[in-house]
């Protein structure tokens, strides 16, 4: 073993030993089975919306063997949905008392007809749609430098934005099962409750342990203090990390096993409500972005619950305050989501340009972040076109660095 190989082993068991010292205590225990609690009800949970998505599956085989032509396959739905026709609005009773080709009942053959015609309209429209868009930004930039002083700076966001649809999206006729409800289902406020206040109490119990156990004296002298810092932010940041990529692959089986999503590499528009996403993305990558951003709110909050841990020196009023912060702000993110999503509100109102103000520096805004996804979500800062996502992410990172910083700097003086 070389100097380096071993510095790090002993680093990993001091690490190691610093994790131990957290869980020595009962009250971390239950607030790990509270959490592991939460995530199997959730889990379970899953059963009562599961679907039978092996029918479409079949009957999507039996279409691509028909033929590739998106207007033959469209026939061959046809064919085979108009027999059923002749019972839908008013011998529905009769139709679900017949054996289905593809489903249990005739009445699921008909849904599944409807199903696969939808997908296969959505498939046709997807590269005329998105030519579209292409070609109304170069209208808007041809309409702009007609003008007598132009707007350099919209003729270049739309520019911009004809660049990022000009790309080829790969969309073929296959089963995604349901990719919507899968993420809505995932998308649980009450989950980040949880393990907002995992973090909280976490990071709380270990940077004031040694105080609490009267070490301070002996802890707080040492010279190697402030190495000792970095390891009790490793401590305590692990669980989260490991909880957080935990939760993320049980959401993925959900996904497979309750919801049909099996192909985690198809591409993110394959699912109809991200149509506009101008992102080169897959399902599978959209959900480690997504598991990105909450690892970094989490940080966040450790990052902010250690300051407070550090400053205040007692557990109570940092449990307080890092946890009244954290709430408050997933609560605030939410109900600005929920109130900007009412379908009265038009794109440009108040409401919704306040929103996605908001969207561009609150980092509790990751913790649900299909928004991002949805459209052209794109602000300019200096002429440089960042996307609202990436901003975010940046504001996240830039506190957590400045509240660790502070943490380290008031870490090892003296207690007043």
């Known amino acids: 073993m070389n100097i380096l190989t071993i510095r790090i082993t002993e680093k990993r068991k001091k690490v190691r030993f610093e994790i131990k010292k957290l869980f020595s205590a009962l009250f971390v225990w239950i607030s790990l089975i509270i959490t592991a609690l939460f995530a199997v009800f959730f889990t379970v949970s899953c059963i009562s919306v599961r679907e039978q998505y092996g029918m479409y599956e079949k009957l999507l085989e039996d279409i691509n063997k028909s033929s590739s032509d998106l207007q033959e396959q469209k026939d061959f739905i046809l064919s085979k949905k108009s027999p059923l026709e002749e019972y839908v609005p008013d011998k529905v009773d009769e139709l679900r008392s017949i054996a289905g080709e593809y489903g249990n009942t005739g009445w699921d053959d008909y849904i599944l007809y409807d199903k696969a015609l939808s997908q296969l309209k959505y498939l046709k429209n997807f590269p005329n749609n998105r030519k579209k868009l292409i070609s109304n930004a170069l209208d808007c930039i041809v309409l702009e430098n007609e003008k007598t002083e132009p ?9 911009f934005a004809a660049k990022k649809y000009n790309r080829i999206i790969d969309l073929s006729f296959s089963d995604t099962g349901n990719v919507g409800k899968f993420m809505e289902f995932f998308d649980n406020t009450l989950w980040d409750y949880v393990m907002t206040a995992l973090a909280v109490m976490l990071t ?3 940077f004031t342990l040694d105080r609490g156990c009267k070490a301070n004296k002996v802890v707080f002298s040492s010279s190697k203090c402030k190495s000792l810092f970095f390891k009790q932010l490793a401590a305590c940041s692990a669980p989260l990390l490991g909880t957080v990529v935990f939760h993320t692959l049980l959401q993925m089986l959900c996904g497979t096993l309750f919801f049909g999503v099996k192909n985690y590499a198809l591409p993110l528009q394959a699912e109809s409500i991200f149509e506009y996403c101008p992102f080169n993305l897959t399902i599978g990558g959209f959900i480690a972005l997504k598991s990105l951003g909450k690892i970094l709110f989490y940080f966040l909050i450790i990052s902010f619950s250690a300051l407070m841990s550090v400053v205040m020196k ?10 009244s912060a954290g709430i408050a702000s997933i609560i605030i993110s939410m109900n600005m989501y929920i109130f900007a999503s009412n379908e009265n509100l038009g794109v440009a109102s108040e409401e919704r340009i306040m929103f996605n103000n908001l969207r561009s520096f609150m980092p509790s805004c990751l913790l649900n972040p299909k928004e991002y996804f949805l459209s052209f979500d794109y602000i300019s800062i200096g002429g440089l076109y960042l996307s609202r996502l990436t901003g975010v992410m940046t504001v996240t990172a830039v506190i957590s660095v400045l509240c660790v910083l502070l943490a380290f700097r008031n870490y090892a003086r003296a207690e007043k």
């Open 204 to 206: 709380v119990r270990m």
């Open 151 to 159: 707007n350099q700076s919209y003729i270049n966001q739309n520019l």
């Open 314 to 323: 007692k557990q109570l009023p940092a449990i307080f305050t890092s946890l």
